[in-house]
């Protein structure tokens, strides 16, 4: 099975600490994502990486940064974190190849409450 | 990518009953997928149709696609207490390179009471 794994399940920072939020992937996937979820806003995705050291922007990028060192593992940083960051953060991976499959698989999501 | 919109926000079944979702989109697609998140937890696959498809069946679920309406609705029948979750659909636009970005709504919320 596919597994994804993100380092917390729940995280407590304060305001202006710099946040590091952890993705790993163990299926050799090229693709990998990070959203974050809110209540009435659904998910929206803030980065993506198609290959090492590849990022690009997704929808709401601003206050994010993104390193994909090595193939399995893609790291989400909150430079200088605000109250408005408070989310539910979710990290998913997928397959480039076959085009027409990109099947995504989540990790358990990480509750992050900036304070 | 583009965007899925699931219709209604909220279902409210008893256990038993069938459940159906739909979903809406505005381009053309490559394909189709429908995605489970339980409560606090992380998105799960559940079905992906391709354009060139008009139903699927897995297990209790089953899938239509009508390309003319753009539209595809999630079918869940004999539904359980268990099914209760958010149900999102997310098209894979058609052309280009995408890397494979999905775009999901807001989902519909179903809940089965047992």
């Known amino acids: 099975d596919v597994k994804v794994t993100q380092s917390s399940r729940y995280l407590v920072k304060r305001t202006g600490e710099k946040v590091f939020l952890e993705c790993v992937q163990d299926?050799?996937?090229?693709?990998m994502f990070w959203y974050r979820q809110d209540p009435g806003l659904g998910l929206r995705l803030i980065y993506f990486s198609y290959d090492v050291k590849m990022k690009e922007k997704g929808d709401i990028p601003e206050g994010y940064s993104v390193s994909r060192e090595k193939k399995e593992r893609f790291s989400l940083i909150l430079e200088s974190a605000s109250t408005n960051q408070t989310s539910m953060y979710l990290c998913?991976?997928?397959?480039?190849?076959?085009?027409?499959?990109?099947?995504?698989?989540f990790g358990a999501g990480t509750r992050l409450s900036v304070l | 990518s583009q965007q899925g919109e699931e219709d209604p926000q909220a279902l409210s079944i008893q256990e038993g009953e069938n459940a159906t979702m739909n979903c809406s989109y505005k381009?053309?697609?490559?394909?189709l997928q429908w995605y489970r998140q339980n409560s606090g937890r992380g998105l799960v696959h559940l079905i992906l149709i391709r354009s060139n498809e008009r139903e699927k069946h897995s297990g209790r679920l089953r899938v239509t696609l009508d390309t003319s309406k753009k539209s595809s609705s999630l079918l869940i029948t004999a539904s359980r207490a268990a099914d209760t979750a958010s149900y999102f659909c997310?098209?894979?636009?058609?052309?280009?390179?995408?890397?494979?970005?999905?775009?999901f709504g807001q989902g519909t919320i179903l809940t089965v009471h047992p």
């Open positions: 381009t053309s697609i490559n394909n």
């Open positions: 998913a991976s997928s397959f480039s190849t076959p085009i027409g499959k990109n099947i995504q698989y």
């Open positions: 299926m050799d996937h090229e693709n």
């Open positions: 997310a098209p894979l636009g058609a052309g280009g390179t995408s890397y494979g970005k999905l775009t």
